[in-house]
């Protein structure tokens, strides 16, 4: 059922199958209208992740630049903008959906490997100019970060942040989502970052494991006015209960497995590490992605992609010199030693490369 044409597929974490138990999860699930409101199954998702992340509601989406583009529409009114670091999913891979559904402007500070800190935040938020300048509305945090290589975020640092917003009546949106990456890897529960941000999305269809959704959480002011916002954006769905129920399940099933996508990662990273020193930062490898330095090894990234696939192995050029591998769900130990095994001779191949 989970068949690949590939060794090992590291190009994202969204690519997994939906398993055998949770697609009879999924037959099994009692449906209704959910744009009536009439999906239990739906309800039941929502009441259980607005709780975990310790919020009074919750709305299901279809996807998770969905949920993070509600949450940006909540808080920003046209004209005003939001800020984030500039390597956020929000602002550099959604298409511009801050700009073209809200008609609002970003600003972003650049970040080590999308590490969040309150004081990069603080300088570049603008607020009680009155008609002279645009006002920030909004900051975003990502937690884990994806591109910058799986990053989890210090609870620390939000706090502060958290602090400096309310004083100035600036919202804190989470884009989660791989909060539960992020949360299995800190030991610090999701409810505790939650609970630090007005809105916050979690996706079910990247380490959960689920085929498709999101889900955004907040005050239930909040998910109604939200709820208008999917319709009117093409998101009122119907018997949708199916994905729900498929989204219970990873909750249910696949929170805790992630460890083993961090253990694997880190067992390959620590592998190319010693193979090619320079190419992998340890220190760097938090969760389910690892970023490879390949130009340390004497490659371009597109080259090394292309060089990996020939023996099987699906990666992804996240710049000139970088190259992204996500381990999830259908990475099991054998496709991860395969990855290994080619990864390691090809970046081992540097000095004939060169
Ligand atoms: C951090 C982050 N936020 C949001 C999204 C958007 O999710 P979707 O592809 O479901 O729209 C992604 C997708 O990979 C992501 O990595």
Avoid at 96 to 121: C, E, H, K, N, Y
Avoid at 297 to 302: F, I, K, L, Q, V
Wanted: charged share 20%; proline share 3%; with cysteine.
């Amino acid at each position: 059922m989970t068949t690949t044409p590939y060794r090992a597929d590291l190009l994202s974490d969204t690519l997994t199958r939906p398993t055998p138990a949770m697609r009879e999860a999924m037959v099994r699930a009692e449906v209704g209208d959910d744009v009536f409101g009439e999906d239990p199954t739906l309800r039941a998702l929502e009441e259980r992740v607005a709780d975990l992340l310790g919020h009074e509601a919750a709305l299901f989406t279809p996807s998770g630049s969905m949920a993070n583009q509600l949450g940006v529409r909540l808080h920003v009114r046209p004209g005003e903008e939001l800020v984030g670091d500039s390597l956020a999913h929000v602002v550099r891979a959604e298409l511009g959906a801050a700009a073209v559904l809200s008609g609002i402007s970003s600003r972003t500070w650049v970040s080590a490997r999308g590490r969040f800190r309150a004081a990069d935040a603080a300088s570049l938020m603008i607020t009680g100019v009155g008609p002279y300048q645009v006002c920030t509305s909004l900051v975003i945090v990502e937690n884990t970060h994806n591109f910058g290589g799986g990053t989890v975020q210090s609870l620390d640092e939000i706090r502060a942040a958290r602090g400096l917003t309310r004083e100035r009546g600036v919202a804190m949106h989470l884009d989660g989502a791989r909060l539960f990456n992020a949360s299995i890897a800190s030991g610090v529960p999701v409810g505790d970052y939650g609970r630090e941000f007005d809105t916050v999305s979690i996706c079910l269809s990247k380490g959960l494991g689920a085929p498709v959704g999101s889900v955004l959480v907040g005050s239930a002011d909040a998910m109604a006015e939200s709820r208008i916002w999917r319709k009117r954006f093409g998101g009122g769905m119907r018997q949708a209960g199916v994905l729900a129920a498929a989204g219970l399940y990873a909750l249910d099933h696949h929170v805790d497995r992630l460890a083993d996508d961090h253990a694997r990662a880190r067992r390959a990273a620590t592998a190319m590490a010693e193979a090619a020193p320079g190419s992998v930062d340890l220190d760097t490898v938090e969760t389910n992605i690892v970023l490879v330095d390949v130009a340390a090894a004497g490659w371009t990234s597109a080259d090394f992609v292309a060089a990996a696939l020939e023996q099987g192995v699906r990666t992804y050029a996240v710049g000139p010199a970088s190259v992204r591998l996500v381990w999830h769900l259908d990475v099991d130990d054998a496709a991860t030693d395969a990855a290994v095994d080619v990864l390691t001779q090809l970046l081992g191949r540097a000095a004939v490369h060169a």
